[in-house]
């Protein structure tokens, strides 16, 4: 019996230790303040985007003019995300946007234009407005323009000149541009514009073909690092190769990035990405297939571990009685 109570108390102390110090301990490590060392709770807001948490940033900047001009700009975004959209005049909107939205598209302002093919599935309706509307700003990022106008995607307001067509090219997308997508397309067409991902063969280019002459392989790698530059001199440093992310972050940190990159490196210059709930899922998928290929095998293996262990010590315990017997 006494051997029951030591093991009880090992595996309390082993369990108090995993599930609260080292998360307090992580937590007391990367604790996020603000000017006045008050403490930044960052919590995801469920992939929904109202602008809240671009406001509440906005606050504790103290720039007054800035907190006024987001508040006018996600009050609009919901405006227009009421309306009722018609989806045959979007199909006529939308049909602006293939000049740059398509496969083989060439780099325009620093990125490649991402597809739009699954932007139904990938991206939130208010995100995809707002980033009709003002690209910058949506993707909060507007820190790095005087003018909002100088974004790369910014020149699409003058398309969409007002709040019906904006509602009426969203409304298209989201119902005809929502098929299934899988993990690896989901990542292509969020990510692989800025990230490569040299364990699965990726660059910002897309899949790295296979070349039957070196001098050709030489050629693509070429326009690889151009790529690169392109991507260097937009952004301002080039953005890491997400091979290993999975595995390096946590899963608030991973999950509250991605939603707006502001609430864990503000002032970084990467955009926020706009996914959805659906669509950040299927982007972690592929991740963590990448990352960490043997995790599903892992976690299939290890109730039976945990049921070896546990026979194991009913084991030990019986044979420690017998060989103890009449010596207590």
Same mark, same amino acid.
């Given at each position: 019996?006494?051997?029951?109570?030591?093991?009880?108390?090992?595996?309390?102390? $082993?369990?108090?230790?995993?599930? @609260?110090?080292?998360?307090?301990?992580?937590?007391?490590?990367?604790?996020?303040?603000?000017?006045?060392?008050?403490?930044?709770?960052?919590? $995801?807001?469920?992939?929904?985007?109202?602008?809240?948490?671009?406001?509440?940033?906005?606050?504790?900047?103290?720039?007054?003019? @800035?907190?006024?001009?987001?508040?006018?700009?996600?009050?609009?975004?919901?405006?227009?995300?009421?309306?009722?959209?018609?989806?045959?005049?979007?199909?006529?909107?939308?049909?602006?946007?293939?000049?740059?939205?398509?496969?083989?598209?060439?780099?325009?302002?620093?990125?490649?234009?991402? $597809?739009?093919?699954?932007?139904?599935?990938?991206?939130?309706?208010?995100?995809?407005?707002?980033?009709?509307?003002?690209?910058?700003?949506?993707?909060?990022? =507007?820190?790095?323009?005087?003018?909002?106008?100088?974004?790369?995607?910014?020149?699409?307001?003058?398309?969409?000149?007002? =709040?019906?067509?904006?509602?009426?090219?969203?409304?298209?997308?989201?119902?005809?541009?929502?098929?299934?997508?899988?993990?690896?397309?989901?990542?292509?067409?969020?990510?692989?514009?800025?990230?490569?991902?040299?364990?699965?063969?990726?660059?910002?280019?897309?899949?790295?073909?296979?070349?039957?002459?070196?001098?050709?392989?030489?050629?693509?790698?070429?326009?690889?690092?151009?790529?690169?530059?392109?991507?260097?001199?937009?952004?301002?440093?080039?953005?890491? =190769?997400?091979?290993?992310?999975?595995?390096?972050?946590?899963?608030?940190?991973?999950?509250?990035?991605?939603?707006?990159?502001?609430?864990?490196?503000?002032?970084?210059?990467?955009?926020?990405?706009?996914?959805?709930?659906?669509?950040?899922?299927?982007?972690?998928?592929?991740?963590?297939?990448?990352?960490?290929?043997?995790?599903?095998?892992?976690?299939?293996?290890?109730?039976?571990? @945990?049921?070896?262990?546990?026979?194991?010590?009913?084991?030990?315990?019986?044979?420690?009685?017998?060989?103890?017997?009449?010596?207590?």
């Amino acid at each position: 019996m006494r051997e029951l109570k030591v093991l009880a108390v090992v595996v309390f102390f $082993s369990l108090l230790t995993y599930y @609260l110090v080292e998360p307090y301990a992580h937590h007391e490590m990367h604790k996020k303040v603000d000017a006045e060392g008050n403490e930044i709770k960052i919590e $995801s807001r469920g992939f929904a985007y109202d602008g809240s948490g671009d406001i509440e940033q906005a606050e504790r900047k103290g720039d007054t003019a @800035l907190v006024a001009k987001k508040k006018t700009f996600w009050a609009d975004v919901k405006k227009i995300s009421a309306l009722k959209g018609n989806m045959t005049a979007g199909e006529a909107g939308f049909a602006m946007c293939m000049g740059c939205h398509m496969d083989g598209a060439a780099n325009m302002g620093g990125v490649v234009p991402p $597809s739009l093919e699954h932007a139904g599935t990938l991206y939130e309706k208010n995100y995809l407005i707002a980033l009709v509307k003002d690209p910058a700003m949506a993707s909060n990022v =507007d820190h790095k323009y005087a003018d909002t106008m100088m974004h790369p995607m910014g020149s699409v307001s003058s398309m969409f000149t007002d =709040d019906q067509s904006i509602a009426d090219v969203v409304a298209y997308l989201m119902a005809k541009k929502a098929g299934e997508v899988t993990p690896k397309e989901a990542f292509a067409e969020a990510c692989t514009r800025c990230h490569a991902m040299r364990y699965a063969n990726i660059t910002q280019l897309g899949d790295t073909p296979k070349f039957k002459h070196e001098k050709d392989a030489l050629a693509h790698k070429i326009k690889v690092l151009e790529e690169q530059d392109a991507v260097k001199a937009y952004m301002g440093k080039l953005p890491p =190769d997400l091979s290993m992310i999975i595995r390096a972050r946590g899963e608030h940190f991973m999950e509250t990035f991605i939603e707006n990159p502001q609430t864990q490196l503000p002032g970084t210059s990467m955009p926020r990405v706009g996914l959805s709930h659906e669509g950040y899922e299927k982007v972690k998928e592929y991740l963590t297939e990448i990352g960490d290929p043997s995790k599903k095998h892992r976690e299939a293996l290890g109730p039976w571990v @945990l049921f070896y262990f546990f026979i194991f010590t009913v084991l030990a315990f019986l044979w420690k009685k017998a060989m103890w017997k009449g010596l207590h």
